[in-house]
């Protein structure tokens, strides 16, 4: 067998394994959020269709989005109104290409992991802000702006938050950054960093406290108003598989990635696979900010901005400030 | 926030499309009666051949409001402003999720700023009035169930205080005792929708499912009473429909236990939020003197900082009796007139505590015949109603159904501070005041 054909099955299969995963995390999110916001709201959630849990609901929703008409608009820009929701789906998928499941089990351990990451993400607003434009509504061109100036508030606090664990693992590949905290989770010692970090986070994800380029009560919908059936899906997909991977690229910054708890003996340590335990802490995570959005209200365009420039920025400045004065006490001590 | 706020200056020109109607001197009522039924044209830039109206005073009609140019509710693009200026006009409802029903604010936005907001109602116009006409008395009360859908209670109250003043009988003092708890109940009600929606609007869903189930409790009490949970045709003249029945204290008293415990949860969860906090703080505010020239009333004036309640400043149905404070907020914001409403459940609980300890025994239906002609004249009877005063005007002719009934509903009179509370905010804000005003167009449109 030729070398090439070789290379390409591999990314094929590669390809293939992300997409599922994307596809049936999204099934999976979309019943769990509504039964977790069931439970926080009182309520039972979806139980009819898979009884006695309701599993089989996502399934249903996704038969109804296949079945409904595709409708365009009659005065929407044709070629951005269609090629916004490609847009927004491909960056969700490409950030899994660097994101490590298990020692092994990554697609591509790029030596410039997080930027790629940070610059792939980025690529969401284009589409929102393209989506926006498009759709020749009010309302969603309020909400493309909206989303475009909250861009710029948070991005950079979240890059500088992950500058922390890069510091301190001397790498900026993921996988060699899940290596470092073998020892102990970066948590312990850059909890600013990881609170910026999913607060930022939940800002890029357009989730509340932050959801403000969607905001139901005002907005209606937001950027993707106009849209419908599958191409409205698209933008429901990229939400979820961007919500896992804001919580994966977390898990792997903070919470150790697919290491088990250093303080566990080894023994016990070897009983879990470690794509369990990745697995499981990037849902915990996914839980704590479905917990988040079904508490809080949501703040306003202006607030968010102060809180991005105002509190995040420099928080995020003085954790790098305290990273570096701390780091050889931190090595000292054998932390690291 | 808070940028310039103008104030639209009060319309004080020629009201060319207004007749002058004839004034009559006092006690002309009875001129009317055994006539037909004949109705004026109140409004209207043109005549009727033979249109000579004979009516009771009806002059201060002259001053409703008139309505507003039409090129205002207009919806562009874009609209000129002052040489290169252009604002974005923004089409707000009728279907919209936060604008309460069918509201229609037609906005001007500069990027997300306020600069113009102008509210257009009559989505919900059912003739309310005119069917108050066509109604007997007793039909009415059902009828009245319509207006505040949130507050059928006090709707029926007003009416039926006002006929009974028309009748000149009184109700029996266990009677009194059931209105003042029902009132109450169906204030606790109307203003736990109220902190549902309020969450809602500001983007929280889950306080609003919170306290819908509390206000299902209550819901439960009023089928227990009247047979019915929304509309429950329930006040009757002298008296109410049925007595409680049997059990009705205690399962009362269980609800405001329940309501007493949960309501920390709610400021748990919201009052006290930060995010909420600074969502409500200083938006939306409404001067105390604004509130007074604009007809306020209720939670919206007492958050402006005057203590005016009407079951204290003008009390009926024996709420002399009953000890409860006026809730009061100065700031005049969005967060005043929650805390007022917040504040309000508490004494509402209070009260009905009072009223069910001291329930008397006896009738609570009066002596007083189904059919009913009351005796030519005209009555006004008001009520605190959860969103302020509720008042119903009644003009008699001596035959069995009303020859004129006017609502004064206050969520019609906070609908139009929508004109200049918002200006200077943003759009996110509009929803939030919207919210605080908590109008329901049941009776602003009517």
Excluded at chain 1, 86 to 104: D, H, Q, S
Aim: proline content about 6%.
């Amino acid at each position: 067998m030729p070398a090439w054909l070789v290379t390409l099955g591999w990314a094929v299969l590669k390809a293939s394994l992300i997409l599922g995963f994307v596809l049936f995390n999204a099934l999976f999110l979309v019943w769990w959020e509504r039964k977790f916001a069931a439970r926080i709201q009182s309520r039972v959630g979806p139980q009819r269709t898979g009884r006695p849990f309701g599993y089989l609901q996502s399934m249903a929703d996704v038969f109804k989005l296949l079945s409904k008409e595709d409708v365009v608009p009659a005065r929407v820009d044709r070629w951005m109104y269609v090629l916004a929701p490609i847009v927004i789906f491909v960056p969700a998928v490409l950030v899994y290409v660097v994101v490590p499941f298990g020692p092994n089990l990554i697609v591509q351990d790029l030596n410039i992991g997080i930027l790629y990451v940070a610059a792939v993400t980025s690529f969401t607003m284009i589409a929102i802000v393209m989506a926006g434009w498009a759709a020749n509504n009010k309302y969603s061109v309020v909400s493309a702006m909206r989303a475009a100036a909250q861009l710029v508030a948070y991005e950079v606090p979240l890059v500088l938050a992950v500058i922390g664990p890069v510091m301190l693992a001397g790498t900026l590949s993921l996988q060699g950054i899940v290596r470092a905290q073998e020892g102990l989770w970066y948590i312990v010692v850059q909890p600013l960093g990881f609170l910026v970090f999913l607060t930022a986070g939940m800002a890029e994800l357009n989730r509340a406290p932050f959801d403000l380029s969607e905001a139901e009560s005002e907005l209606v919908a937001g950027y993707n108003i106009e849209y419908s059936g599958m191409r409205w899906s698209f933008f429901f997909l990229a939400e979820f598989s961007n919500l896992v991977a804001v919580s994966a690229i977390a898990t792997t910054l903070f919470l150790g990635g697919w290491q088990a708890p250093w303080f566990l003996p080894a023994a016990v340590k070897g009983l879990i696979p470690p794509v369990v335990w990745f697995l499981a802490k990037t849902y915990f995570l996914v839980t704590v900010i479905m917990w988040i959005r079904w508490t809080l209200p949501r703040v306003r365009i202006d607030q968010l901005l102060d809180f991005g420039w105002k509190f995040l920025l420099p928080v995020s400045l003085a954790n790098i400030a305290l990273t570096g004065l701390l780091f050889p006490v931190l090595v000292r001590l054998g932390w690291i | 926030m808070g940028g310039a706020r103008t104030r639209p200056e009060p319309q004080t020109g020629a009201r060319e499309n207004v007749i002058e109607l004839p004034v009559l001197a006092e006690g002309s009522v009875e001129e009317i009666s055994g006539r037909t039924r004949q109705r004026a044209r109140f409004r209207g830039d043109f005549e009727y051949p033979g249109d000579d109206f004979e009516g009771p005073n009806v002059n201060r009609w002259q001053y409703l409001p008139q309505t507003p140019p039409v090129e205002d509710l207009l919806v562009e693009e874009v609209r000129e402003i002052e040489g290169n200026e252009r604002e974005m006009v923004m089409n707000m409802g009728p279907q919209h999720p936060s604008t309460h029903g069918v509201l229609r604010c037609v906005l001007g936005l500069r990027g997300e700023a306020i600069t113009r907001c102008r509210p257009d109602i009559g989505y919900l116009h059912r003739c309310h009035e005119k069917l108050n006409e066509l109604w007997s008395y007793q039909g009415t009360i059902a009828l009245s169930d319509r207006l505040d859908y949130l507050a059928a209670m006090t709707n029926e109250l007003a009416f039926v205080l006002a006929v009974e003043k028309l009748l000149e009988i009184e109700p029996t003092e266990r009677a009194d005792y059931i209105r003042v708890i029902c009132s109450e109940l169906q204030r606790i009600a109307s203003h736990l929708l109220f902190f549902g929606t309020t969450a809602l609007d500001l983007g929280a869903v889950t306080p609003f499912l919170h306290s819908f189930r509390e206000r299902e409790a209550v819901y439960d009490v009023f089928e227990y009473i009247s047979g019915a949970r929304l509309l429950y045709n329930y006040m009757r003249f002298g008296g109410v429909r049925t007595d409680f029945p049997p059990g009705t204290d205690k399962k009362i008293r269980e609800v405001l236990d329940l309501l007493e415990n949960r309501l920390p949860e709610y400021h748990d969860l919201l009052s006290y939020n930060p995010i909420f906090a600074v969502r409500t703080q200083g938006v939306g505010v409404l001067s105390r003197d604004d509130a007074i020239a604009w007809g306020a009333a209720g939670p919206v004036l007492r958050g402006s900082g005057v203590a005016y309640d009407l079951r204290k400043a003008d009390p009926y149905s024996g709420y002399e009796k009953f000890d409860f404070k006026v809730c009061v907020e100065e700031s005049g914001d969005v967060w005043a007139r929650f805390m007022v409403r917040m504040k309000e459940i508490e004494e509402s609980i209070k009260i009905i505590r009072q009223a069910l300890d001291g329930l008397p025994e006896g009738d609570a239906r009066g002596q007083v015949p189904r059919f009913i002609k009351p005796p030519p004249g005209e009555v006004y009877a008001r009520v605190e109603g959860p969103r302020g005063e509720l008042g119903c005007y009644v003009v008699s002719d001596g035959s069995d159904k009303p020859y004129r009934c006017h609502w004064r509903t206050p969520s019609f009179h906070h609908v139009s501070l929508l004109e200049f509370v918002p200006v200077g905010h943003l759009v996110a804000d509009v929803v939030a005041i919207i919210g605080s005003m908590d109008p329901v167009f049941g009776e602003v449109d009517k």
